[in-house]
């Protein structure tokens, strides 16, 4: 059974910093090209940043500089380090990995940057 389970979503303060984490199960994981996106409410879930299974990465442009992902391929696990964190950017983030047939996702954690 195929599981992706975030974690690491919470209350942070504009100007903050949050790690999350997206721990894999039931995939070959290397073989993966993982991503975060994220669902404000009302509104449609966006791509947030990617790495494929070579490390290559990819950002959405709010993002770029101050959110990283990373993945350890040992561990299945993924994480979003995000800095300098915005009101804007409160939303559910959600963990997608796309392998060779299918493409799962997680049940997302909530991040909210409020004062």
């Known amino acids: 059974q195929v599981q992706l389970v975030e974690s690491g979503g919470g209350l942070v303060q504009p100007g903050g910093s949050l790690r999350l984490s997206c721990a894999a199960s039931?995939?070959?994981?290397?073989?993966?090209?993982m991503a975060w996106y994220r669902q404000a409410p009302g509104e449609e879930r966006d791509f947030v940043a990617g790495?494929?299974?070579?490390?290559?990465?990819h950002y959405e442009d709010s993002v770029k500089g101050r959110f990283t992902i990373s993945r350890d391929n040992a561990k299945k696990t993924l994480s979003l380090q995000m800095n300098s964190l915005k009101p804007e950017d409160t939303a559910v983030y959600y963990c997608?990995?796309?392998?060779?047939?299918?493409?799962?996702w997680g049940k997302g954690t909530q991040v909210t940057v409020s004062s």
């Open positions: 039931g995939i070959i994981f290397s073989l993966y090209d």
């Open positions: 790495i494929e299974s070579d490390g290559s990465t």
């Open positions: 997608k990995g796309v392998g060779p047939r299918f493409a799962y």
